[in-house]
């Protein structure tokens, strides 16, 4: 299976807004929203970790 490098791009990209939109749910204590994301922010974690990215260095919530 091929992974495109355009998919890879845009999901890292994705993944770090993600991380910060959680930063933000978690400073203003939004439970509900923060739970929202993090669903997102696990599947993008896998994908991203199936595509080879080396997550150490982009992962800031680390869950």
């Known amino acids: ?3 495109s490098l355009e998919i890879v791009e845009r999901d890292t990209i994705e993944f770090k807004d993600i991380q910060e939109s959680m930063k ?3 400073k203003e204590n939004a439970t ?3 739970e929202h994301l993090k ?3 696990k599947a993008l974690k896998s994908i991203l970790g199936v595509a080879g ?3 150490t260095d ?6």
Do not use: C, G, Q
């Open 1 to 3: 299976m091929a992974i």
């Open 24 to 26: 933000l749910a978690r």
């Open 32 to 34: 509900e929203t923060y």
């Open 53 to 55: 990215v080396n997550m």
């Open 58 to 63: 982009i992962d800031e919530i680390k869950e």
């Open 39 to 41: 669903k997102r922010y």
